[in-house]
C-alpha cells in the first residue's frame, strides 16, 4: 500500500481536512503536439487545479466548452496521466497505484456519462451492463444477481426489466441503468458528467430527485459537471467555476450565484435565460464578447481580460500608464493584460476567486439590476 | 383566436393540421389538429418534449416529413395563397425563400469540404439563377449580416477553421441567406455554452427585427421562451395543449402540463426547494392515451372519467385569457385567483 499522509495546505480551497474523500492537489495536464516526432506546442488542459471533496457533498463544476472540464474528470478517474500533481482518495495517491491497486480505486469513484443511449452496450442485457464493474469482485454470480437487482429495484426499475436490453428502455430509464451501474460497487464519489442534458425537461427533474436521495441514503459525494446552471444551483452545495483550463472562482453555491467575485462567474449567470417574462425583460444582462481563448495559445495575463467588463470599468478610472490597449481598441487596466491572478480568498471565508480586481456585491448588483 | 384575432399579419397559417407516418409498428400521427400562426415581425415560441410533435407540425409545413409521411388534412397558407406542402416542386420553393429554418444539429449541417461562402452561395443560385460572382457577394452580406468579422476572408474558410459559436451563425446565415419571411429554429441553441447560447439568441432577435421576419422559437427551454417570445403554443402528444400571451402562458397557465413543466425545472435564479417531478414518461405515439393524452400523468385527472374519455378542445376561459385543453381549466383558474 502506498498509503501516503498528505501535508495539508492553506492555499488552496480545500474545506474537508482529513474527512476528504477525494482531494486534488495541483493537478495539471498539458497535452504536447508532435510534428515528425518533435514537440511543438503544448495545450494546457488544466493548470493547477486543487479541491477537496467533503463526504456527502455536491460540487458542481461549470465552464465553457474547452475550459478543462473534461480533461479534469478524466484525470480524477485516471483515465489520462496528469503532467503533474495528484489526485488522493481516502488518503492515498491515485496517480502513483499499480494496475491491482488502480482496481481497487475504479470501485470507489464511478462515472455516470451524459448520453444514455451510447453508454450502454446495446447487446448486453441490462444484467450484464450493470455487474460490469463487479467483474473483479470475488462475489459469486448469485450474489451479483441479488446486488443488480437490487440496485435496479433503488432505481425504480423492475427486477425483471434485468433481462432486457437497452433498446427497450426510454431515455429516462437509461439513464438510471447507468446509475445503477455506478452504484454497484458501492462507490463513494461519483462523477457525473452531464446527467441529465441528453433528457426531457419532465424526466429530468425526477432523475435529479432520485440522485439526491441516493446522496443522501448513500452518503455519497457528487462532482456535478454540467452546463445548465439552473441544475447546478439545484443540486450543488459548492461550485466551482474554470476558465481556460484554471479554477476562477469557487464558493458554497448560495455565495457564487449571489454574490459572484469574479467578472467571467457573473456573464455566466448573467447568459442563464429565467423562465419568468417579467423578470427577463426588465433585467440588464451581461454580454460575452467573442468566443472563449484557444488554449494551445492563451493570451497573457489573465485569460480572460480580453472579454471582461469589469476590466473595461476599471480601466476608466486609471492613468494611460496604468493601462494596456488592446488590438479592437478597448482600454484594459495593464495588470490584467501582464499578470496571472492567482486563487485568493480574501476574508477567510470559502469564498476563492482568481481576479485582480474582484466584483463587490454593489457591483454585482448594478451590473445585474 | 383570443391570442390575436386581427390576421392582416399573418405570413405563415397553419389550419388544423393533421400530419400521419407509417411506420413498421403502425400508423402514427405526430401532428394532431394544430392550428398556428406565424406573425410579420413578431416571435413565437413551440414548446415541448419529444415525441410532442412540435418539430413535426415544421417538418410537415415544409415538406420534410420522414418517409411515410403524409398531410392527411389541414391546410397551410402562405401570405394568403394556400400551399400543398406535399408538391415537390411546391415545397422546394417555400423552403429557403419563404421559410428558413435552422436544424437542430447545426454542426453537422454544414459540408466539410466546400467553403462555408459556397455553401452559401450554393442557396442563392439554386433559388435566384444569378450569377457566381453575384451569389457570392450576396453569401458575404449574409455573412456579415449575422456578425461574421471580416465576412469577405471568412467566406473562404472551411468549416473546419471556425469555432462552434461561429459555425452557428453560419448556419443561421444559409437560413436567412434568402430573406425569408418566416425563420424556423429548430432548439437553436440546445448543447450550446448559455454564453454562445445567449449571443445566438440575440443575433436571432436582432434578425427578426432587422429583417421584419416572423421567427419560430422551437424549444424546451422556457427560460428563452420568457425572453424572447411574445407568443407561445404548449404542445404535448401531437397536440397544442396551451396557447397565447407568453406572460399569460407563464405566469398565469391554465393546463396542468404547463404547470407541472414549470414546477419541475430548477432555475438559475432562485432556489426552487424540493422539485416535483411529472410521473411517467412523454407519450408513445403509437399509444397515444385515450382521452386527454396527458391523463395518465396529470395529478388533476386523478380518475376523473371524463379525462380519459373525451380529448379536451382547445378554448379560452374568457375573452382575453389564452387557450387551454384541459377539462378542469377552469377549477385550475378558480384556485389561483382565491390563493
Same mark, same amino acid.
Given at each position: 500500500?502506498?498509503?501516503?499522509?498528505?501535508?495539508?495546505?492553506?492555499?488552496?480551497?480545500?474545506?474537508?481536512?482529513?474527512?476528504? !474523500?477525494?482531494?486534488?492537489?495541483?493537478?495539471?495536464?498539458?497535452?504536447?503536439?508532435?510534428?515528425?516526432?518533435?514537440?511543438?506546442?503544448?495545450?494546457?488542459?488544466?493548470?493547477?487545479?486543487?479541491?477537496?471533496?467533503?463526504?456527502?457533498?455536491?460540487?458542481?463544476?461549470?465552464?465553457?466548452?474547452?475550459?478543462?472540464?473534461?480533461?479534469?474528470?478524466?484525470?480524477i478517474?485516471?483515465?489520462?496521466?496528469?503532467?503533474?500533481?495528484?489526485?488522493?482518495?481516502?488518503?492515498?495517491?491515485?496517480?502513483?497505484?499499480?494496475?491491482?491497486?488502480?482496481?481497487e480505486?475504479?470501485?470507489?469513484?464511478?462515472?455516470? @456519462?451524459?448520453?444514455?443511449?451510447?453508454?450502454?452496450?446495446?447487446?448486453?442485457?441490462?444484467?450484464?451492463?450493470?455487474?460490469?464493474?463487479?467483474?473483479?469482485?470475488k462475489?459469486?454470480?448469485?450474489?451479483?444477481?441479488?446486488?443488480?437487482?437490487?440496485?435496479?429495484?433503488?432505481?425504480?426499475?423492475?427486477?425483471?426489466?434485468?433481462?432486457? @436490453?437497452?433498446?427497450?428502455?426510454?431515455?429516462?430509464?437509461?439513464?438510471?441503468?447507468? =446509475?445503477?451501474?455506478?452504484?454497484?460497487?458501492?462507490?463513494?464519489?461519483?462523477?457525473?458528467?452531464?446527467?441529465?442534458?441528453?433528457?426531457?425537461?419532465? =424526466?429530468?427533474?425526477q432523475?435529479?430527485?432520485?440522485l439526491?436521495?441516493?446522496?443522501?441514503?448513500?452518503?455519497?459525494?457528487? =462532482?456535478?459537471i454540467?452546463?445548465?446552471l439552473?441544475?447546478?444551483?439545484?443540486?450543488?452545495?459548492?461550485?466551482?467555476?474554470?476558465?481556460?483550463?484554471?479554477?476562477?472562482?469557487m464558493?458554497?453555491?448560495?455565495?457564487?450565484?449571489?454574490?459572484?467575485?469574479?467578472?467571467?462567474t457573473?456573464?455566466?449567470?448573467?447568459?442563464?435565460? !429565467?423562465?419568468?417574462?417579467?423578470?427577463?425583460?426588465?433585467?440588464?444582462?451581461?454580454?460575452?464578447?467573442?468566443?472563449p481563448?484557444?488554449?494551445?495559445?492563451?493570451?497573457?495575463?489573465?485569460? @480572460?481580460?480580453?472579454?471582461?467588463?469589469?476590466?473595461?470599468l476599471?480601466?476608466?478610472?486609471?492613468?494611460?500608464?496604468?493601462?494596456?490597449?488592446?488590438?479592437?481598441?478597448?482600454?484594459?487596466?495593464?495588470?490584467?493584460?501582464?499578470?496571472?491572478?492567482?486563487?485568493?480568498?480574501?476574508?477567510?471565508?470559502?469564498?476563492?476567486?482568481?481576479?485582480?480586481?474582484?466584483?463587490?456585491?454593489?457591483?454585482?448588483?448594478?451590473?445585474?439590476? | 383566436?383570443?391570442?390575436?384575432?386581427?390576421?392582416?399579419?399573418?405570413? #405563415?397559417?397553419?389550419?388544423?393540421?393533421?400530419t400521419?407516418?407509417?411506420?413498421?409498428? *403502425?400508423?402514427?400521427?405526430?401532428?394532431?389538429?394544430?392550428?398556428?400562426?406565424?406573425?410579420?415581425?413578431?416571435?413565437?415560441?413551440?414548446?415541448?418534449?419529444?415525441?410532442? *410533435?412540435?418539430?413535426?407540425?415544421?417538418m410537415?409545413?415544409?415538406?420534410?416529413? &420522414?418517409?411515410?409521411? +403524409?398531410?392527411?388534412?389541414?391546410?397551410?397558407?402562405? %401570405?394568403?395563397?394556400?400551399?400543398?406542402?406535399?408538391?415537390k416542386?411546391?415545397? $422546394?420553393?417555400?423552403?429557403?425563400?419563404?421559410?428558413?429554418?435552422?436544424?437542430?444539429?447545426?454542426?453537422?449541417?454544414?459540408?466539410?469540404?466546400?467553403?462555408?461562402?459556397?455553401?452559401?452561395?450554393?442557396?442563392? $443560385?439554386?433559388?435566384?439563377?444569378?450569377?457566381?460572382?453575384?451569389a457570392?457577394?450576396?453569401?458575404?452580406? +449574409?455573412?456579415?449580416?449575422?456578425?461574421?468579422?471580416?465576412?469577405?476572408?471568412r467566406?473562404?474558410?472551411?468549416?473546419?477553421?471556425?469555432? *462552434?459559436?461561429?459555425? %452557428?451563425?453560419?448556419?443561421?446565415?444559409?437560413?436567412?441567406?434568402?430573406?425569408?419571411?418566416?425563420?424556423?429554429a429548430?432548439?437553436?441553441?440546445?448543447?450550446?455554452?448559455?454564453?454562445?447560447?445567449?449571443?445566438?439568441?440575440?443575433? #436571432?432577435?436582432?434578425?427578426?427585427?432587422?429583417?421584419?421576419?416572423?421567427?419560430?422559437?422551437?424549444t424546451?427551454?422556457?427560460?428563452?421562451?420568457? $425572453?424572447?417570445?411574445?407568443?407561445?403554443?404548449?404542445?404535448?402528444?401531437?397536440?397544442?395543449?396551451?396557447?397565447?400571451?407568453?406572460? %399569460?402562458?407563464?405566469?398565469?397557465?391554465?393546463h396542468?402540463?404547463t404547470?407541472?413543466?414549470?414546477?419541475?425545472?430548477?432555475?438559475?435564479?432562485?432556489?426552487?426547494? /424540493?422539485?416535483?417531478?411529472? &410521473?411517467?414518461?412523454?407519450?408513445?405515439?403509437?399509444?397515444?392515451?385515450?382521452?386527454?393524452?396527458f391523463?395518465?400523468?396529470?395529478?388533476?385527472?386523478?380518475?376523473?372519467? /371524463?379525462?380519459?374519455?373525451?380529448?379536451?378542445?382547445?378554448?379560452s376561459?374568457?375573452? /382575453?385569457?389564452?387557450?387551454?385543453?384541459?377539462?378542469?381549466?377552469? /377549477?385550475?383558474?378558480?384556485?389561483?385567483?382565491?390563493?
Amino acid at each position: 500500500m502506498v498509503a501516503e499522509t498528505v501535508e495539508p495546505t492553506t492555499a488552496a480551497p480545500y474545506i474537508a481536512g482529513d474527512e476528504a !474523500v477525494l482531494r486534488v492537489e495541483n493537478l495539471t495536464k498539458h497535452f504536447v503536439k508532435k510534428r515528425l516526432g518533435r514537440p511543438t506546442t503544448a495545450v494546457k488542459a488544466v493548470s493547477d487545479v486543487s479541491f477537496d471533496l467533503a463526504p456527502g457533498e455536491t460540487l458542481g463544476l461549470v465552464g465553457e466548452s474547452g475550459c478543462g472540464k473534461t480533461t479534469l474528470s478524466r484525470l480524477i478517474l485516471r483515465l489520462i496521466e496528469p503532467t503533474s500533481g495528484r489526485v488522493i482518495v481516502e488518503g492515498k495517491d491515485v496517480t502513483r497505484l499499480s494496475k491491482r491497486q488502480l482496481r481497487e480505486f475504479r470501485q470507489r469513484v464511478q462515472v455516470v @456519462f451524459q448520453d444514455p443511449y451510447a453508454s450502454l452496450d446495446p447487446r448486453q442485457r441490462v444484467a450484464a451492463s450493470v455487474a460490469e464493474p463487479l467483474t473483479n469482485s470475488k462475489l459469486s454470480s448469485d450474489e451479483k444477481l441479488r446486488i443488480v437487482h437490487e440496485t435496479l429495484e433503488r432505481m425504480g426499475l423492475q427486477r425483471a426489466q434485468a433481462r432486457l @436490453f437497452p433498446h427497450q428502455f426510454s431515455g429516462g430509464q437509461r439513464q438510471r441503468i447507468g =446509475i445503477a451501474r455506478a452504484l454497484s460497487v458501492t462507490p463513494k464519489v461519483l462523477l457525473l458528467d452531464e446527467p441529465v442534458s441528453a433528457l426531457d425537461v419532465s =424526466i429530468q427533474a425526477q432523475v435529479l430527485k432520485l440522485l439526491q436521495e441516493l446522496r443522501d441514503e448513500y452518503r455519497l459525494s457528487y =462532482i456535478l459537471i454540467s452546463h445548465d446552471l439552473s441544475v447546478v444551483r439545484h443540486v450543488s452545495d459548492r461550485v466551482m467555476v474554470m476558465y481556460l483550463g484554471r479554477v476562477v472562482e469557487m464558493a458554497p453555491k448560495e455565495e457564487l450565484y449571489t454574490a459572484p467575485r469574479h467578472p467571467y462567474t457573473a456573464s455566466l449567470l448573467s447568459a442563464a435565460p !429565467v423562465p419568468d417574462p417579467d423578470v427577463e425583460r426588465t433585467r440588464e444582462r451581461i454580454q460575452l464578447l467573442g468566443d472563449p481563448p484557444n488554449p494551445a495559445s492563451p493570451p497573457p495575463g489573465c485569460a @480572460f481580460h480580453r472579454r471582461c467588463f469589469q476590466a473595461e470599468l476599471v480601466a476608466q478610472k486609471l492613468g494611460d500608464s496604468e493601462v494596456t490597449v488592446l488590438e479592437d481598441g478597448r482600454r484594459v487596466p495593464r495588470t490584467c493584460a501582464e499578470k496571472q491572478p492567482v486563487l485568493v480568498t480574501q476574508d477567510a471565508t470559502k469564498h476563492w476567486s482568481a481576479c485582480h480586481f474582484p466584483l463587490s456585491r454593489e457591483a454585482v448588483a448594478t451590473v445585474t439590476a | 383566436m383570443t391570442v390575436n384575432s386581427d390576421r392582416s399579419d399573418v405570413v #405563415l397559417d397553419i389550419e388544423r393540421l393533421r400530419t400521419r407516418i407509417e411506420t413498421p409498428r *403502425g400508423v402514427v400521427h405526430p401532428v394532431n389538429d394544430v392550428s398556428l400562426q406565424c406573425r410579420r415581425g413578431r416571435t413565437l415560441a413551440v414548446v415541448g418534449e419529444s415525441g410532442s *410533435g412540435k418539430s413535426m407540425t415544421f417538418m410537415s409545413v415544409l415538406g420534410l416529413l &420522414p418517409a411515410g409521411g +403524409t398531410i392527411e388534412s389541414g391546410t397551410v397558407r402562405y %401570405q394568403g395563397r394556400e400551399i400543398d406542402p406535399t408538391d415537390k416542386k411546391a415545397a $422546394r420553393q417555400l423552403r429557403g425563400k419563404a421559410i428558413g429554418i435552422i436544424f437542430q444539429d447545426a454542426l453537422a449541417g454544414l459540408n466539410p469540404s466546400f467553403t462555408v461562402g459556397q455553401q452559401i452561395a450554393d442557396v442563392v $443560385r439554386h433559388h435566384e439563377g444569378v450569377s457566381r460572382a453575384k451569389a457570392k457577394e450576396k453569401a458575404i452580406e +449574409t455573412l456579415g449580416l449575422v456578425g461574421i468579422p471580416n465576412p469577405r476572408e471568412r467566406a473562404d474558410y472551411y468549416p473546419h477553421q471556425l469555432s *462552434g459559436g461561429m459555425r %452557428q451563425r453560419v448556419m443561421i446565415a444559409m437560413g436567412v441567406a434568402l430573406r425569408p419571411q418566416v425563420l424556423v429554429a429548430d432548439e437553436p441553441t440546445t448543447a450550446l455554452d448559455v454564453t454562445v447560447q445567449a449571443q445566438i439568441m440575440e443575433l #436571432l432577435d436582432g434578425l427578426r427585427r432587422e429583417l421584419g421576419m416572423s421567427l419560430v422559437i422551437i424549444t424546451h427551454d422556457l427560460g428563452v421562451v420568457a $425572453r424572447y417570445a411574445e407568443e407561445v403554443a404548449v404542445m404535448y402528444g401531437g397536440r397544442v395543449v396551451e396557447h397565447g400571451e407568453a406572460r %399569460q402562458v407563464l405566469k398565469n397557465t391554465v393546463h396542468p402540463y404547463t404547470e407541472a413543466l414549470l414546477r419541475s425545472s430548477p432555475r438559475p435564479d432562485a432556489d426552487v426547494g /424540493e422539485l416535483s417531478p411529472i &410521473p411517467g414518461q412523454p407519450p408513445n405515439l403509437l399509444a397515444v392515451p385515450s382521452g386527454c393524452s396527458f391523463h395518465p400523468r396529470c395529478h388533476r385527472a386523478n380518475g376523473r372519467p /371524463e379525462c380519459s374519455r373525451d380529448i379536451p378542445l382547445l378554448r379560452s376561459l374568457s375573452p /382575453e385569457s389564452q387557450l387551454t385543453a384541459c377539462h378542469h381549466a377552469e /377549477e385550475m383558474a378558480l384556485q389561483k385567483v382565491s390563493k
